[in-house]
């Protein structure tokens, strides 16, 4: 839209420049070196009808690296639309159900990224039993790989993501092999594991924020692309290409479990350790490969995690959540149960917000993750267990 004032402002508050949005809504402000801008957006200079969508964010931090271009959106909305809240319905409801459509597709988004992080939980504690608090700084050490490649080393992500996977499936062996495993063989109960691990990721979480500081940074490639649009549908072909990409390791994990011996080796331990050992089966070996596979898939959650929001030290503690969310809802300690059920959750919170603001939208998806515990405690693909 045409004549909208942008001020941009370095971090020590010098002024850099203003610009004026042209007919097609572009505007571009040369700033002098590297580093951290603060870009505002007069709402005064908004067309009528036109407001942002959310009242607090008119003006962002952007960080601008050396010899790159940085694009920064404001997200719209029609005048007096609250923001997560459906805009009125004109011509007999089509602007509402294209808006459902378009919230049924970020749900498939966020769901098959929580489910990614939350069959490498799963799967952990199917094998092992433990409640592993310290997943989330998995994925947060996954997209910090692939950021230290991309933009500081220079590797296109794509490789850098796959470096990225690798490192993170080196990272989970290791910490079966030289700290989670000596504890099992301590005689450790999963009580004090579990304990353990919450310590661990706090440990983690300040490592990262020691290194990277504070404030979120994108990666260098793909970042900002202009959207595309399919039916209804509004997205960014990232966004497409990482949902194929989830898709395909998701399926290619499934079939592993129940095609390949090892699959089958760590189904046998997730069902009876002891059983499985007497059977000849290297109940160590399996757990080792579970959290090899558990750290590489965590890994490129973060990175998935890191193409549609900026990698930050808090990213999985803050995603974890919804991470137990998918897994307990799906049922404990099954893959495909983490799949569904964190397909549930990336649906519910998104299509919520038809009907509560964003800001409620992850207290309702706990909401009827209680809901779902009253009525199926196993979860929706669990299995009831006996006692006695």
């Known amino acids: 839209m045409n004549g909208v004032k942008i001020s941009v402002v370095a ?101 098959l990224i929580i489910a990614l992080a939350a069959m490498g939980l799963s799967l952990v504690f199917g094998t092992t039993g433990l409640t592993n608090f310290a997943h989330g700084e998995l994925l947060t050490f996954g997209a910090m790989c692939a950021y230290f490649f991309n933009v500081v080393v220079g590797v296109h992500l794509v490789w850098a993501a796959l470096l990225s996977v690798v490192i993170g499936g080196i990272f989970g062996y290791g910490q079966d092999r030289f700290f989670w495993g000596r504890l099992r063989r301590r005689g450790s109960s999963l009580v004090a594991m579990m304990i353990i691990s919450i310590g661990l990721a706090l440990f983690l979480r300040y490592v990262f924020l020691f290194f990277f500081g504070g404030e979120g940074a994108p990666f260098a490639d793909y970042n900002a692309q202009p959207g595309v649009q399919v039916g209804p549908i509004s997205a960014a072909p990232k966004n497409f290409v990482a949902m194929g990409i989830e898709l395909l390791v998701l399926v290619i994990v499934g079939v592993a479990l129940l095609k390949t011996r090892i699959g089958k080796a760590a189904r046998a331990v997730s069902d009876n350790p002891a059983l499985a050992a007497s059977s000849g089966i290297n109940v160590d070996q399996v757990i080792r490969i579970i959290w090899t596979v558990g750290g590489a898939v965590a890994s490129l959650a973060g990175v998935m995690l890191g193409l549609s929001q900026n990698v930050s030290y808090q990213m999985g503690f803050q995603i974890l959540l919804l991470v137990f969310a998918g897994v307990t809802l799906g049922g404990l300690g099954t893959a495909f149960g983490a799949l569904v059920g964190s397909i549930v959750v990336g649906l519910f919170i998104q299509l919520s917000t038809v009907v509560v603001p964003t800001e409620l939208k992850t207290v309702g998806a706990l909401l009827v993750l209680i809901l779902v515990m009253l009525f199926r405690p196993q979860g929706i693909l669990g299995r009831r267990e006996r006692i006695g």
């Open 11 to 111: 971090e020590d508050g010098k002024p850099v420049d203003d610009a004026t949005s042209g007919a097609d809504g572009k505007w571009e402000v040369p700033v002098p070196k590297a580093g951290k801008y603060k870009v505002t957006l007069d709402t005064s200079t908004l067309p009528a009808g036109v407001a942002l969508k959310f009242k607090d964010r008119s003006t962002l931090d952007v960080q601008v690296y050396e010899g790159s271009v940085r694009n920064v959106l404001f997200a719209l909305a029609p005048a007096g639309a609250k923001g997560g809240a459906a805009p009125a319905a004109d011509d007999g409801g089509t602007s509402f159900w294209d808006r459902v459509a378009q919230l049924t597709f970020e749900g498939f988004n966020l769901g």
